[in-house]
């Protein structure tokens, strides 16, 4: 994607009623992002004066593991773009860890968006079963966080 498209792209989110606004092509990766402060948009990740974010895509995982593949497993997905943290603090206990049981209403993570600190609780009761994310690693609106067989 040469500087030209990308001066386009970052113009049609500042011209239009969308925050966000993600390209791939050929293997690399165009993230936009306007957030509105004082009524003044503003185009940048609040720790980077850049207007967009270039990264290499991952290439697409083969088959599925067992685990994903069983339908009696319940995702737990992401409820906002944001960064995925497993503890309250870097030198806490994670809220959670695979193969403990946890109950509805229990905290599972932490996701940060824009400073802001979401803990993502509990909706069913079960076993987590898989913790599909890294730690302080980008999450996705919908993104799969843990897998848990509400079963056991």
Known sequence: MNENELKKLIKLVEESNIDELEVSRWGRKVRITKHKASGNPVAARPESPAVH???RSEPEQAPKKKEEASSDLVKVTSP??????RSPAPDAKPYVEENQFITTGQVLCIIEAMKLM???EAEISGKIVKIAVENAQPVEYGQTLFLV???A
Do not use: K, R
């Not at 906002?80 to 943290?85: I, L, R």
């Open 118 to 120: 979401n803990e993502i």
């Open 80 to 85: 906002m773009v944001g960064t995925f943290y």
């Open 149 to 151: 067989d509400p079963n």
């Open 53 to 55: 974010e270039i990264t």
